[in-house]
């Protein structure tokens, strides 16, 4: 059933190599997203000033959270369009990148397969 998923968030996203009570029928192939973020430079200041609360910042919590949402949703939708309807073995990477570690990457990867 190859083709894009009509919902590509009702596919099963997980960080083991199986899935309980779920045996795998189909290994689709390996399937990645990636997500790059810029940091704001008035936000950078004034996170120090405002919004750092107990050593946290909010702010870029929110932005890591929303990358990683996004990065998932890519390996979901990718996973869709292969037929499949789960992703197992996920691994999360991040990363800081530019010429002064300006940008975030965030990257999600793992196997597409049909369950």
């Known amino acids: 059933m ?7 968030r009702s596919i099963t996203v997980t960080t083991t190599h199986t899935i309980e009570g779920k045996p795998i029928q189909e290994y689709l192939g ?3 997203g990636e997500v790059i973020v810029g940091a704001n430079v008035f936000r950078d200041l004034f996170a120090g000033i405002r919004d ?3 050593g946290r ?3 870029y ?3 890591l959270g929303d990358a990683r949402k996004q990065a998932i949703e890519e390996i979901q ?8 309807n789960a ?3 996920v691994d999360l990477d ?6 002064n570690g300006s940008m975030l990457m965030v990257s999600a990867s793992g196997t597409a397969v049909r369950v």
């Open 2 to 8: 190859a083709g894009p998923w009509k919902d590509a």
């Open 30 to 32: 390996i399937v990645t």
């Open 52 to 54: 750092i609360v107990g």
């Open 57 to 59: 910042s909010g702010s």
């Open 61 to 63: 919590e929110r932005i």
């Open 77 to 84: 939708a990718e996973c869709g369009s292969l037929g499949g």
């Open 87 to 89: 992703v197992v073995g």
């Open 94 to 99: 991040y990363e800081v990148i530019g010429a």
